[in-house]
């Protein structure tokens, strides 16, 4: 084709699309656009095919969403070049002119050209071809041919095959997207509640016959008037938001990602309130959105197969008076039951865990719990039958987590505690947390439950082992129901949320005892945590506060179940083997405590040093050869490292305490926990920044560290890392760091091999929703050393950079705890100096701190 008319002709359909764009900013109504830009198209094609024109009797179509007449600003143009047998040599060459003019215009093209013979057989064997050919529409060429085709694709349709294909090809859809439309950077496209979703309904509905617009399928009752109107809604919505994403970001893309959110939220013109972003708001909004879709995708995929695959004949068994089980389904015996009886709102999800033989819910009972759903008001909750009713719930042998996700998607737990409403869909924006908190909440019962199940009792042995006597675990499930349920609020969200977990209790009849553990639950579920990955466990004064804290076994055991539920509970990326280590010495070494044993540091020291010697001997080595190393450890060694690291420590080092050359040793901890890495070396001002060097490039993520300098000089330091996920092979891992390692520091000057940290990009996530670096200095009760609290967002090379801020004001490391949840991290440091006795030096100092975390983050 000529390049001036090509030239042209992608003129002319630009200006109409920017026309169609103009007037969509003006009048903001997405099925408009669509239509416009539809239109747009199609009058191109024509001009083009009269400039190109198709082989003899052969018929252009549009097919897929843009044969269903939208058209989104960057999609795709999918067309069908429809034969009438296969191309001759003169028909080839007219068809490669055309597409190639296609191109030149400027199409993201799609095409096919295929005969009738060749659509039929395609798309008996892939769903996709079938269900874009559905929604073929002529554009040019051969009306007849396309009629031909349409006739031969009725004829071929099977509603029900077609149903069971959908169905499948949704089920795997949702598994891509985690099965969940609560994403924090959804899909809103393919992923579950999205337009993708509405779309599988009217393909359904039309290969059943059913109709082909909501109206149509309205007027086949297999929507409610109310209901006809939520799907309308959800339908623009989506359809604008689509929209949006396209010309935000001038290609197609219908992920709502980080970095768009808040752009997108002031497009639609929302601001900052109590508390949140415009970016959270928007977010809430879509999830809102999103669960009505997957709800009402719910009910109807069911009333589909309810219609496509009739049981006339199916048994009913009686339940009770007012349900029955049709199918395996629980069924309601009157339409009206839930209107004349609220009560069964609940009731309905009790009988759901009494029967096991009962697989879900039929289609008519779901509608009429959503339509019932407004009747759960004030008086609903204050009923004490209801009351007793929520707790049942909890307190069944199986079916809770299943329970109270049905009654979130109908939205009945929402109603039935108010406090829960506000915070569906809700984004936390806090770098560790994967999940809106509602989902969060539930994720945290079911780590619960999986505590009760002796399927995942080797995935969590402590946790189920304690579980098990556990009077009265569904206690946890309350305090779980509340842990984070303030979120947003503003204010400490541990205190608010146990003000309402009290309320809760005392409303619903809980015993003195137990409401008060569900209080304290809910007020301390960070606390453990802390107390495991901030503090020095081997410090018997830590230990102790910690136990005066919880004061009790059964505060203890239920806070230790609840935390790892909770951390288990954020995102993929925050647990791992070495919390759960730390978690578990807390918890042994506060049951030691709370049962009497709180030994003095003499005593301590003393045990601590026969412990080890025994663990020496049976290494076969004799009292006196570890004299000469011991003789050059203080008692602060003894104290803050444990029996089996002192004897791994002399094991290695009782024939080389005046050695001239670097010692290297690294063990795996556990089974996978991490690996353990002790330093041994003549000790110099660049020691900690070397090392720190090496593990930031092998990208070896430290979790502790513990410095320490033996009385004649020589640094003794001891780091727990872990190595990149990908790594698996924790052995092969450990050789090798010793042996780069001890080459590094066998370097004469240490100096020259310091340079700038790794710099690797952070996440998107914490480019977007940035934390403000924040530092906390204070001292111990001694006065002789200070703590020091680094907030900040997770970066690669983070711990060099802060190390090259000691060196530089001579500052001396004596522990540090590295606390990595996610995207961010909260490191404590217990540190040196004279420079920290001086007001205005120690002030130059956090400066220089914050600099540093600052330049990181730019």
């Not at 069971?164 to 949702?174: F, I, V, Y």
């Not at 009217?202 to 209901?227: H, N």
Request: aromatic residues 8%; charged residues 25%; glycine residues 4%.
């Amino acid at each position: 084709m000529d390049a001036s008319l090509a030239s042209a002709l992608r003129e002319r359909l630009n200006e109409r699309r920017n026309a169609a764009i103009g007037q969509f900013r003006e009048q903001l109504h997405p099925q408009a656009l669509l239509t416009a830009l539809r239109r747009a198209t199609d009058q191109a094609l024509r001009e083009l095919i009269k400039l190109c024109p198709l082989p003899r009797n052969a018929t252009l179509a549009a097919v897929g969403g843009y044969g269903r007449g939208e058209l989104y600003p960057h999609s795709d143009i999918d067309v069908l070049i429809l034969l009438q047998s296969p191309p001759s040599e003169s028909d080839t060459q007219l068809l490669e002119t055309l597409v190639a003019a296609l191109w030149d215009l400027g199409f993201d093209l799609g095409h096919s050209v295929r005969t009738v013979d060749d659509c039929r057989r395609e798309a008996a064997n892939d769903i996709t071809v079938e269900t874009s050919l559905m929604e073929a529409r002529w554009l040019a060429g051969s009306k007849d041919l396309l009629q031909t085709l349409m006739h031969a694709m009725r004829e071929q349709l099977d509603a029900q095959t077609f149903f069971q294909a959908k169905r499948a090809e949704m089920q795997q859809r949702h598994a891509r997207h985690q099965d969940t439309p609560y994403a924090l950077e959804p899909n809103c496209k393919e992923a579950p509640g999205g337009l993708r979703d509405l779309q599988v309904i009217l393909w359904v509905a039309q290969a059943a016959g059913l109709g082909r617009t909501w109206r149509e399928i309205e007027r086949a009752q297999l929507l409610t008037p109310s209901e006809y109107r939520s799907l309308r809604r959800a339908d623009l919505a989506f359809k604008r938001l689509r929209i949006e994403l396209h010309l935000l970001t001038g290609r197609r893309e219908d992920r709502v990602l980080f970095d768009l959110q808040p752009s997108l939220a002031a497009i639609y013109g929302f601001t900052a309130a109590k508390n949140r972003r415009p970016s959270e708001i928007l977010m809430q909004r879509y999830y809102w959105a999103a669960r009505v879709v997957n709800q009402l995708n719910t009910i109807l995929m069911q009333a589909f197969e309810e219609r496509l695959f009739p049981q006339p004949d199916a048994p009913v068994q009686i339940i009770d008076d007012d349900f029955c089980m049709v199918q395996n389904r629980l069924e309601i015996r009157h339409e009206d039951c839930f209107a004349r009886n609220p009560t069964l709102l609940l009731r309905a999800f009790l009988v759901m865990q009494e029967h096991a033989e009962l697989s879900g819910m039929s289609a008519q009972t779901m509608r009429a719990m959503w339509h019932a759903r407004r009747r759960i008001d004030l008086q609903f909750r204050c009923n004490p039958v209801n009351r007793r009713l929520f707790l049942q719930i909890l307190q069944q042998p199986r079916g809770i987590v299943h329970a109270l996700r049905r009654m979130t998607m109908l939205n009945i737990l929402p109603r039935y505690l108010p406090v829960f409403r506000k915070i569906v869909g809700q984004m936390q924006h806090d770098l560790f947390h994967a999940y809106t908190v509602d989902q969060h909440i539930l994720r945290v019962i079911r780590n619960l439950r999986r505590f009760t199940m002796p399927e995942h009792a080797q995935e969590y042995s402590l946790a189920s082992q304690l579980m098990a006597n556990v009077e009265r675990h569904w206690l946890l499930y309350i305090a779980a129901l509340f842990h984070d349920i303030a979120k947003g609020r503003g204010g400490n969200h541990s205190e608010l949320g146990a003000h309402d977990a009290r309320r809760f209790c005392l409303d619903h009849g809980l015993d003195h005892a137990d409401t008060e553990l569900v209080e304290f639950l809910v007020r301390e579920h960070l606390t453990m945590s802390n107390f495991a990955q901030k503090r020095d466990l081997s410090d018997p004064r830590v230990v102790h506060e910690f136990a005066q804290r919880v004061q009790n076994e059964r505060r203890l055991t239920t806070l230790y179940l609840l935390t790892v539920a909770d951390i288990r509970g954020t995102s993929p990326k925050v647990w791992n083997s070495w919390k759960g280590k730390l978690l578990e010495d807390l918890y042994r070494l506060t049951l030691l405590a709370l049962g009497g044993a709180q030994p003095d540091t003499r005593t301590i020291l003393a045990q601590r040093k026969e412990s080890a010697a025994a663990e020496i001997r049976l290494m076969g080595l004799r009292d006196e050869s570890r004299e000469a190393f011991w003789q050059e450890l203080d008692v602060a060694y003894f104290l803050r490292h444990e029996a089996s690291e002192i004897a791994w420590h002399t094991r290695h080092l009782y024939y080389r305490v005046y050695t001239t050359e670097p010692v290297v040793k690294v063990r795996v901890i556990g089974a996978a926990e991490g690996l353990q890495v002790m330093v041994y070396t003549h000790d110099t001002q660049d020691l900690f920044i070397t090392i720190c060097g090496y593990f930031d490039r092998r990208a070896l993520s430290v979790q502790e560290a513990r410095i320490h300098t033996t009385r004649h000089g020589w640094a003794l330091d001891s780091f727990i890392v872990l190595p990149p996920r990908h790594e698996t092979d924790y052995r092969s891992q450990a050789s090798l760091i010793e042996h780069e390692l001890a080459g590094r520091l066998g370097q004469t000057d240490l100096r020259a091999l310091t340079s700038d940290p790794v710099r690797r990009p952070g996440s998107r996530r914490s480019r977007i929703f940035p934390i403000v670096p924040n530092i906390e200095l204070q001292p111990d009760e001694s006065g002789a050393s200070w703590r020091l609290s680094v907030t900040a967002a997770d970066r690669s090379g983070l711990l060099y950079s802060l190390a090259q801020a000691f060196a530089e004001h001579s500052i001396s490391l004596k522990m540090a705890k590295i606390m990595t949840l996610g995207d961010r991290v909260e490191d404590i440091f217990i540190i040196e100096g004279t420079v920290l006795g001086h007001p205005r030096l120690q002030l130059q100092f956090e400066r220089s701190l914050l600099a540093k975390l600052d330049e990181f983050s730019a």
